[in-house]
């Protein structure tokens, strides 16, 4: 099995929730599946092909991770040396000065996506260890902002949720049929919830989530690593 039925998915997603408008306090929009659509595709192809037993669900672009490359979590040095991803990106279609995209050039961490990889990477060694069995998504692609503060999809208006969460659902479904996981791990409430939301006719299928590992997070500050491991061998996805 090859990665196309993610790859179709993620151009339509990108097709669908790129013709959106959100109004004010939303000042700037980006959607990295398309303008870093290069890398995201290779990120696809490298590690989205056949079944996986389970899915992390993440929320959306973090402005130092995936907003700046197109990867999940995307850590700029986990992305490049772990997962050996590397291309071009291009520019959002409105950029925000306080917020550049300058793809794998960008000095800054992704502290979540340190956070995130580091912890598959110490686990599983090589990225195909841990692709063999996993695979890790956003749920909406779309970074939103508020002059330099970052806004996260919860924060909208229900008016402009409701398309862009019908979108996002129907992007999950998908995804979760194409890979036909035994679990989808919400990184976070609300990635659980929405998970749940958009899939909880499927038969069999098992949730749960862990702590996300935002700094914003006193809890995720006090050992992430080992409080996403615990949760996740309590649940009885991971072994101990």
Not at 66 to 76: D, L, R, S, T, Y
Not at 102 to 109: I, N
Not at 202 to 222: E, T
């Amino acid at each position: 099995m090859t990665a196309d039925p993610l790859i179709a998915a993620a151009r339509t997603l990108s097709a669908t929730v790129g013709a959106m408008h959100f109004a004010p306090p939303v000042t700037h929009v980006y959607n990295p599946l398309d303008y870093a659509w290069d890398v995201h595709r290779r990120y696809l192809e490298r590690f989205g092909a056949g079944r996986k037993r389970i899915v992390f669900v993440g929320m959306n672009p973090g402005p130092f991770g995936m907003a700046q490359i197109g990867v999940p979590f995307g850590e700029i040095a986990s992305a490049r040396d772990w997962l050996g991803l590397e291309g071009p990106v291009g520019q959002p279609a409105q950029t925000n000065p306080k917020r550049p995209v300058e793809g794998f050039a960008c000095m800054r961490s992704e502290v979540s996506g340190q956070r995130l990889w580091g912890l598959f990477r110490a686990r599983f060694g090589s990225p195909e260890a841990f692709f063999a069995a996993h695979f890790v998504a956003n749920y909406c692609p779309l970074a939103f902002f508020e002059n330099g503060r970052n806004l996260t999809p919860d924060k909208l208006p229900v008016a402009e949720q409701r398309p862009l969460l019908a979108a996002c659902d129907a992007h999950l479904r998908a995804l979760v049929g194409a890979l036909r996981p035994d679990w989808v791990i919400g990184i976070g409430n609300w990635a659980e919830k929405r998970a749940a939301e958009a899939l909880g006719d499927v038969a069999g299928l098992k949730f749960g989530r862990i702590l996300h590992p935002s700094p914003a997070s006193p809890a995720a500050n006090r050992g992430w690593a080992e409080a996403a491991t615990r949760q996740l061998v309590e649940l009885g996805v991971w072994e101990a």
